[in-house]
Nanobody, 125 residues
Framework: VQLQASGGGLVQAGGSLRLSCVAS????????MGWFRQAPGKEREFVVT????????SYADSVKGRFTISRDNAKNTVYLQMNSLRPEDTAVYYC???????????????????WGQGTQVTVSS
C-alpha cells in the first residue's frame, strides 16, 4: 500500500492541525493505520494506532486527550486531529499501515511496515 500524508504546517502553541493520509494500491480496509513522528535529533516514536474497523485505538501518553485518530474507509484516508498543540509536538509526522485479518485488533508496532513520506508540523511558542 502507498501512503501520502499531508496537512502539516506552522501553528502557534495551543492551536490545531488536521493531518490526512491517503492510501492507494491495496484495499485500505484491510489495514490497521497509525501515526508516528520524528523530532530533530530523536528517534521515530509512536503517536497513535487504529484498528481496521476504527473501533480500537492506542495513544501515546503524551498525546492522550489532545490528538484524535479516525479513518474513512470509503475515502481510503486516515486523519489525525491535533488540538492544544505544544512546541514539543514539533516533528515530521508519518502515517503507517499494518495488514491484519482482525477488524478490531491493533497490531504491535513492528507490524507497521508501510510508510508514507512524512509531513512537517512545527509548533511555535
Amino acid at each position: 500500500v502507498q501512503l501520502q500524508a499531508s496537512g502539516g504546517g506552522l501553528v502557534q502553541a495551543g492551536g490545531s492541525l488536521r493531518l490526512s493520509c491517503v492510501a492507494s494500491g491495496r484495499t485500505f480496509s484491510n489495514y490497521a493505520m497509525g501515526w508516528f513522528r520524528q523530532a530533530p535529533g530523536k528517534e521515530r516514536e509512536f503517536v497513535v494506532t487504529l484498528s481496521r474497523s476504527g473501533s480500537s485505538t492506542s495513544y501515546a501518553d503524551s498525546v492522550k486527550g489532545r490528538f484524535t485518530i479516525s479513518r474513512d474507509n470509503a475515502k481510503n484516508t486516515v486523519y489525525l486531529q491535533m488540538n492544544s498543540l505544544r512546541p514539543e509536538d514539533t516533528a515530521v509526522y508519518y502515517c503507517a499501515a499494518a495488514p491484519t485479518l482482525h477488524s478490531d485488533y491493533v497490531p504491535p508496532l513492528y507490524k507497521f511496515t508501510s510508510w508514507g513520506q512524512g509531513t512537517q508540523v512545527t509548533v511555535s511558542s
